[in-house]
Every structure is written in C-alpha cells, then in structure tokens.
C-alpha cells in the first residue's frame, strides 16, 4: 500500500511507508551525559473551548507521555516552550502541570526540571519589581514541588529593562535566593520574537558577555545553562567560557548530535525540544556514546537531524505542531488536537514530510497505526489516497 502525500507545490507523489519500527527498549542509565527532553502538554479534544481559552489538558494522557520518558531515562524539562508556554498554555496551566509532573516524577523515579517565568504578567508593561515578584511566585511553585528550576527568559523583562544592569539586578537577586543551583535559559528570537534584544542587546557578543557577567557572580547557583540560539559555534564559544563546574546544556535542535558529542575541548549536555519525538533513539544514542563509541551515536543521531530542521523551520515557534502530530501518529495520544488550537499552525504538506521522515527513521512504534492516522489526515484534507 502507497500513500499519496502532498508536497510544497501541491502536487501527490508515492510514498511507501515502513512496515517495521526500530527496536528500542528501555535501557541502563545515563552516564556520560544529563539529558532533558521538553515534553508536549496533550489536549483534551472533548473540552468545549476558544483559541485564546485557558488550556484544558487531558491530565492522564499528557502524564503517561512523560512515563514514557522516564521509562528510557530521558530526564523531563516540564512547562517550557515545547508545552506551550505562552502559546496556549498560561501560568495556571503551568502551575497545575509543574505539581501534577513533579508528583508523577517522584513515583516514578524520574529527573525533572521545570520552567520559572514571569507570564502571569498579562496586562500590559510591568515594572522591574512586578517582574521580580512574579519570576519569584513561579520560583517558589517549582521549588515547593521538589523540581529543579530552570529560569526561562521573560517576555516582560525585555519589554522592561533598560539595559544590561536591569538584568544583572533581576537574574542576581532571583539566583541569590534559589535554594538550589538552576539551569538558566536563553531562547532566542526564532523562538519567541517578543525575546529580540535579551540580556539588554541585540548584538550577540555584547548580550554573551552580560550572561556570562550573571553566572560568574553568582557560579554556586548556576547548574548550568540552556542555550537556544541555533548557533552551534557560538554555543560552543560559549560553553568554552564557562566557570569550572557549569554545565552547557544545548538547546540547538539543528545541530544537536555534534555538539553532545563534544571535542577535545568539552561537551555539552542536553535539553531540546526534538527529544519529545526522538525521546527512544535519543535514548539509545546517548547509551551507545556512554560505551565512548563517539561514532556510534553519531550513526543514529545525524540521520535524525532533517527531520529536526523540517520540524524546526521557520517560523520555528511552530515546531510544536510537529511535535505533537509525531505524537499523534506515534499512538502516545489518540488525536490531534492542541491548546490554543495551534494543530492548525502548519501546513498539511509540512505534516505530510514530517510523516515521511519520522516513518524513515523507524520512530513509529506501530507503522500500520501511523500510516493509518496519517490516511485519515489527508483524507480530511479532501486528499484521496
């Protein structure tokens, strides 16, 4: 049986899907690398709500997918950009996934790491001190949990600092009373256009320099950082100039297999969005670079990273639809449905390729099941197949 998938200039071509999934099981863990994957927050397709509604979550489904991590010994990076936050996911709706994760978490024995922001600030331009308060609200939910905090960027921060000394403030007094070390977050523009300017420049090399300012004054409090910019050589500059003892862990969903891999020089750790798709061969990657077989997770990964780029095109605030489409297909949920609406984000053919390359890889745990769902999309779409 072919499939008869779209492409970019809308016209069909025949696809023959695979008829057997990589063979991928729960392993030992981890050893040479820390390894977060962001999880998807799954919708409940039942709930009778708006694009601009606050989310409602199918709390079982969206809990079994990050079992399902754990399970490989993925670590979960819990209320990030992946779960759509503030993309129709608001600060109530993190709040509730960050004690419903964190709970899940201790059952199962699992890592976890949450996100701490500022987007319960929602009614307009905010002062340096509604902004502190809030990143502190949000750092008190995740501290109470028992996960460790991650500090995204902020939104309300960039609209509101003056400078580079506005964020030395803010960032030094949030790291001086964390209770434990936190992962710090830079996600660039392509990620989240409101985040132009972050660290108090658009100019890369002088935004790099205040970041680094933050860490060296307060090293103790800083576990590592998370770097999104889609840069591997400066992540790999940067990582360079960190403080003995911080960790880089890469956020670079276009280059991440050479960068986990590392030089002689050092490595980077991980935390990436592409790891909710890939969260099984992910997995089987890092064991295989655990063995310092370097070539051997290079073999698995590298193939992976077209699929990565297509999901991850621009606008890349959209990779999520990708994300939980791949989901979908894969059977983690029994439909394609996300807050705020965003499956409508890409377009059909995008969908249609990225079928196609996940199928190639292996990634469907039931290829029938993929390749059925798939049928029914582009049936949907008034596509014959």
Known sequence: MTLRLPDAHGAL???????????????????????FSAAHVVADPYADTTPDSPAAVDWDATLAFRRHLWAHGLGVAEAMDTAQRGMGLDWAGAAELIRRSAAEAKAAGGRIACGV???????????????????????????????????????????TARGPEDYLEVYGHLLRQAAEPVILHWLGPMFDPALEGYWGSSDLDAATDTFLDVIAAHPD????????????????????????????????????????????QGFSHALLGIFDPL?????????????????GFR????????????????????????????AWLAGHQSHFTMVGGLQSARSLPHLAR?????????????P??????????????GVTT
């Not at 061969?281 to 077989?293: C, I, Q, S, Y």
């Not at 073999?299 to 939980?324: C, I, M, N, W």
């Open 13 to 35: 071509r025949a696809y023959e899907p695979r008829t057997e999934p990589l063979a991928l099981t729960p392993g030992a863990p981890f050893t040479s690398r820390t390894v």
């Open 354 to 366: 990225a079928y196609e390359l996940a199928d190639r890889l292996g990634l469907f745990p039931d």
């Open 279 to 295: 969260g099984p061969l992910a997995a089987e990657a890092v064991r295989v670079l655990d063995t310092g077989d370097t070539d």
């Open 299 to 326: 073999a698995l990964l590298d193939p992976t990273v077209e699929l990565s780029r297509h999901l991850f095109q621009s606008p890349t605030r959209f990779y999520k639809t990708g994300v939980v489409f791949l």
């Open 117 to 159: 922001g500022t987007d319960q600030l929602t009614a307009g331009p905010a002062t340096l001190a509604e902004v502190r308060a809030a990143y502190e609200e949000q750092l008190a939910v995740v501290e109470e949990s028992g996960a460790q905090a991650i500090l995204m960027a902020s939104r309300a921060l960039a609209t």
């Open 368 to 381: 029938k099941l993929a390749e059925d769902r798939m049928r029914t999309l582009l049936h949907l779409y």
């Open 221 to 264: 409090k800083v576990d590592g950082i998370k770097v999104s910019l889609l840069d591997a050589q400066r992540e790999i500059d940067l990582r360079r100039r960190l403080p003995k003892g911080v960790r880089c862990y890469t956020g670079d969903d276009f280059n991440y297999p050479e960068l986990i891999a590392g030089d002689d």
